[in-house]
């Protein structure tokens, strides 16, 4: 019997902008209707990441330490928080937003821009882990300032880096990690404290003006938000409406979330 397949991967995004390789998902779904979620944990990544950035997957007991977790005819928790269901009256606007003209949940979450604000977690097209290979951890980046990022990029995604200096593989990749991210992380509260300090006494001398903020009319700002929430806009088009970027539409929301 013919089937479709839809593959993707679950990232994280941190608060330095490191993307993490979380699981594996799959969907797949049979002429008779049937269909099945797979998801393929990543455990190497998931083992180093602490309670505060990492709360699980939702619907899943990733204690049990399965290689896959199946779902036959039923969707998930983690998919159905994200994605609208069959019955939802503005279905077919949301569909010919990103492309689509059959509700594929896991496609959807794959192609949309909405955000998901319970946790930290999105989906993207699949991945292969990389291996990279090279006579000196040095010649991964011209700067030596950027080599501890550049070794946290790798650990964090999930891929591997062979030099005569290092190897970083699953076996090692938690240790690694403990060991360079403190490391990062004090040097960039480091580097953002001089920052500020900067900022300031430029303010003492009269000759910091700083970026002007964006001014918004709070209750447009309010209509297009819940529009956005209720998913009758996407995030481009309230963008659109508000006129600023997407990226700012998004800190604006957060900000207004932290409030309440």
């Given at each position: 019997m013919k089937s479709i397949l839809t593959s993707g991967l679950i990232r994280l995004n941190d608060n330095y902008r490191f993307n993490y390789r979380i699981a594996s998902i799959e969907y797949e779904e049979w002429e008779n209707g049937q269909f099945e979620y797979r998801f393929y944990p990543f455990y190497p990544v998931i083992d180093m990441l602490p309670p505060s950035l990492f709360q699980g997957i939702q619907g899943l007991d990733l204690s049990l330490r399965r290689p896959c977790y199946p779902r036959k005819n039923i969707v998930p928790v983690f998919i159905s928080e994200r994605t609208p269901g069959e019955n939802r009256e503005d279905l077919y606007a949301l569909l010919e937003e990103v492309g689509m003209d059959t509700l594929n949940r896991l496609e959807w979450l794959i192609r949309t821009d909405t955000v998901y604000f319970g946790d930290r977690l999105y989906v993207t097209r699949p991945k292969e882990i990389i291996t990279t290979t090279a006579s000196s951890m040095f010649d991964l980046v011209k700067r030596s300032d950027s080599l501890i990022r550049k070794l946290l990029e790798i650990i964090c995604l999930g891929d591997c880096l062979h030099t005569k200096e290092i190897d970083i593989t699953d076996k090692n990749r938690a240790d690694y990690y403990r060991?360079?991210?403190?490391?990062?992380?004090?040097?960039?509260?480091?580097?953002?404290?001089?920052?500020?300090?900067?900022?300031n006494k430029a303010k003492e001398r009269g000759v910091y003006k700083g970026r002007a903020s964006i001014v918004l009319d709070p209750l447009k700002f309010y209509e297009v938000s819940q529009a956005y929430l209720?998913?009758?806009?996407?995030?481009?088009?309230?963008?659109?409406?508000?006129?600023?970027s997407t990226s700012t539409f998004f800190r604006r929301l957060r900000s207004n979330r932290d409030k309440n």
């Open positions: 060991l360079l991210m403190p490391m990062y992380a004090d040097s960039f509260m480091r580097k953002k404290k001089a920052r500020i300090e900067g900022i209720n998913r009758d806009l996407s995030a481009a088009a309230a963008s659109a409406k508000l006129g600023i």
